[in-house]
């Protein structure tokens, strides 16, 4: 394993104990909502700072993006961590057992390594670049299903910003005939992990942030998938519009949902 995706483990597990813990102890939790329907605890701050410490003490010199704390670290430093420290918090403060660490690492812009762990499940996942996807160390592929009719889709519903709700219902309505199903489980990071895993065929969602998605991407992609924004472009990361799937079912799904991308979400 490569050593910075080792220490990226070291770290995902050292905030999978801080989740364990907080999941024993919901109704003592301290919560605020950081906006309308987005809430954050004091694990996902506890658990930050457990990943941040490991990866600030073995690479000092690595700039960080994490989502409870932000940017840190030298604006052109060539590695980059980018961290949820808890992805699916509403999830777990309602004890329904579906959430994810996500800790990926960019070097020079790109994607690069990947930590996917999930602690209900003690799931690991992981990728580095040109080396394949993993999970608990056995390689994954995404599925060999290439009919949209027989595909089972993961999405996510907007949540805290509504502005796209039509073109995301518009979406939603042409698919439900058109696939096996969908599913909103709530958790982005383990959206893509379990489409790498061949677990559902395709992915989309409006409005993600980074952190919510670049571990989860490239696992995807060293799995065999395809990933791409609304356009068909590689733009995820910044505009957060994701459309992924295995190489047949990801073609037929970006089709699909093209004819409603507004201008706005082309971006």
């Known amino acids: 394993m490569h050593p910075m995706l080792n220490t990226a483990v070291k770290a995902a597990r050292a905030a999978g104990k801080v989740i364990n813990y907080g999941s024993q102890n919901l109704d003592r939790l301290t919560v605020h909502s950081k906006r309308e329907n987005d809430y954050v605890s004091e694990i996902d701050h506890k658990a930050e700072q457990a990943i941040v410490e490991i990866l600030r003490d073995a690479y000092p010199g690595h700039a960080i993006l994490a989502e409870e704390t932000g940017e840190s670290g030298a604006a052109d430093a060539e590695f980059q961590w980018i961290i949820d420290p808890l992805d699916g918090t509403t999830n777990f403060l309602h004890g329904f057992p579906q959430y994810a660490v996500s800790i990926a690492l960019m070097y020079r812009g790109q994607l690069d390594q990947a930590v996917i762990y999930d602690p209900v499940r003690n799931d690991l996942y992981t990728a580095s ?118 190489p047949k079912v990801f073609v037929q799904l970006l089709r699909t949902i093209q004819p409603h991308v507004t201008a706005e979400l082309r971006g």
């Open 129 to 246: 670049r040109g080396r394949g996807a993993f999970l608990n160390e056995r390689r994954i592929r995404v599925s060999k299903r290439d009919k949209l009719q027989d595909a089972l889709i993961g999405t996510g519903f907007p949540f805290r910003d509504f502005s796209h709700l039509d073109a995301y219902t518009a979406m939603f309505r042409e698919l439900l005939p058109k696939t096996s199903g969908l599913r909103r489980p709530g958790s982005a990071a383990l959206d893509l992990a379990w489409l790498a895993a061949g677990h559902t065929d395709g992915f989309f969602e409006i409005g993600l942030s980074p952190w919510d998605i670049a571990a989860g991407c490239l696992l995807v992609l060293e799995a065999g998938g395809l990933v791409s924004d609304f356009a068909g472009e590689e733009n995820y990361l910044r505009s957060g519009n994701v459309v992924a799937g295995n």
